[in-house]
């Protein structure tokens, strides 16, 4: 995810924070240090990074869940609104599914189970309100929160942890895809109802969330109806193979000319051992040029790290790589590791959309 910064690695997946949740620590700093002085500024932040530690600890029962049943969790980012595990996949298998869903909010229940009963802290639904109130308490404050995130998590709005659930539940009668759509609905509507509640009482965390949920679940839905419609399809089936290719000291004055003489929107990058060194895409060449000049190597704006599958590796993996907008492209490779084309998101639907018949 753009604007996130790794802080560390834990359980196997890189823990990130997003340049914004680092504004959101700010604001409550300021707004408590200048209605309470910097005791309150501490005490309030400090509050704050203890609720998003169990955030964290959510997410990543979400994670260890999820390994059990061989899927990776390459990071995990703390975002304003609540943490981002992002799964490799999720288990189509729905009792799987719901595991994995309700590990995370069973994170909450023992957290708050453990302060309440060892450590005796009270829960007061009222300290949600005033999280600012020092007469509820730190831990009965923290304790409140936890069952808090529980039970909103369970919420079935798709794809939150009770739409999850509910996704699972429908799919065993309908299908995965028509129990997605339907799951993402729900989401939608209920995402509407916190807009409505978050508009009219001020709460703009409340909109924020209902923005996310809106945007998750299409793009959830869409997402689940390419890689059902792609079940079967190897990369060779859909991988681009007519490309003119760069290396990496040719200059972006190269690039720029290539771009003008071909329709490409993305051009690989070669070493001499014919091995992917990078991609280039067409807006890296345009602000590379404008950053560095038109004599800038090609290596110094080229996207690193390209992904690489071989020629019958499924589509599902190819969206895998693709699925969270790190990479422009994944590379496909014989088998000796020489580079023999490229598969963009893109060209994934238009295959689909020329090659593949719609069914539901």
């Given at each position: 995810?753009?604007?996130?910064?790794?802080?560390?690695?834990?359980?196997?997946?890189?823990?990130?924070?997003?340049?914004?949740?680092?504004?959101?620590?700010?604001?409550?700093?300021?707004?408590?240090?200048?209605?309470?002085?910097?005791?309150?500024?501490?005490?309030?932040?400090?509050?704050?990074?203890a609720i998003f530690a169990c955030v964290v600890a959510h997410e990543f029962g979400h994670a260890l869940m999820a390994r059990r049943f061989g899927i990776v969790t390459p990071d995990i980012t703390l975002l304003p609104i609540g943490g981002m595990a992002r799964l490799e996949r999720m288990p189509?298998?729905?009792?799987?599914?719901?595991?994995?869903?309700?590990?995370?909010?069973?994170?909450?229940?023992?957290?708050?189970?453990?302060?309440?009963?060892?450590l005796g802290a009270t829960t007061r639904l009222d300290a949600l309100v005033a999280l600012d109130d020092p007469a509820a308490g730190f831990l009965g404050r923290v304790a409140s929160i936890n069952l808090f995130l529980a039970a909103f998590n369970l919420i079935p709005a798709f794809p939150m942890d009770g739409g999850r659930v509910l996704?699972?539940?429908?799919?065993?009668?309908?299908?995965?895809?028509?129990?997605?759509?339907?799951?993402?609905?729900?989401?939608?509507?209920?995402?509407?109802?916190f807009a409505f509640v978050g508009l009219t009482s001020g709460n703009l965390i409340l909109?924020?969330?209902?923005?996310?949920?809106?945007?998750?679940?299409?793009?959830?839905?869409?997402?689940?109806?390419?890689?059902?419609?792609?079940?079967?399809?190897?990369?060779r089936d859909v991988m681009i193979t007519t490309f003119e290719t760069l290396a990496p000291d040719d200059t972006l004055d190269t690039a720029a000319n290539?771009?003008?003489?071909?329709?490409?929107?993305?051009?690989?990058?070669?070493?001499?051992?014919?091995?992917?060194?990078?991609l280039l895409t067409r807006q890296a060449i345009i602000a590379g040029i404008e950053r560095d000049g038109r004599m800038t190597p090609v290596a110094r704006a080229m996207t690193t790290g390209i992904p690489e599958v071989g020629l019958r590796d499924p589509v599902d993996a190819v969206l895998g790589h693709l699925g969270d907008g790190a990479v422009p492209a994944v590379a496909v490779v014989d088998g000796n590791g020489?580079?023999?084309?490229?598969?963009?998101?893109?060209?994934?639907?238009?295959w689909m959309a020329l090659s593949v018949p719609a069914r539901d």
């Open positions: 995810m753009t604007w996130s910064f790794p802080i560390g690695r834990l359980f196997g997946s890189e823990l990130r924070v997003h340049a914004t949740f680092l504004l959101l620590l700010a604001w409550i700093a300021t707004s408590a240090w200048v209605a309470g002085g910097p005791e309150a500024a501490l005490v309030n932040t400090g509050l704050v990074v189509e298998d729905p009792g799987q599914e719901v595991l994995v869903a309700l590990a995370g909010p069973a994170v909450n229940v023992v957290i708050w189970l453990v302060l309440t009963l060892a996704r699972a539940l429908l799919s065993i009668r309908l299908g995965r895809v028509r129990a997605t759509r339907s799951a993402a609905t729900a989401g939608q509507v209920v995402s509407f109802l909109v924020l969330i209902a923005i996310f949920i809106f945007m998750a679940a299409a793009a959830e839905t869409s997402d689940v109806a390419l890689r059902d419609r792609a079940r079967g399809a190897f990369a290539a771009v003008v003489r071909t329709t490409q929107a993305e051009f690989p990058v070669k070493d001499p051992q014919g091995h992917v060194a990078g020489a580079f023999i084309g490229y598969v963009t998101r893109e060209n994934i639907g238009e």
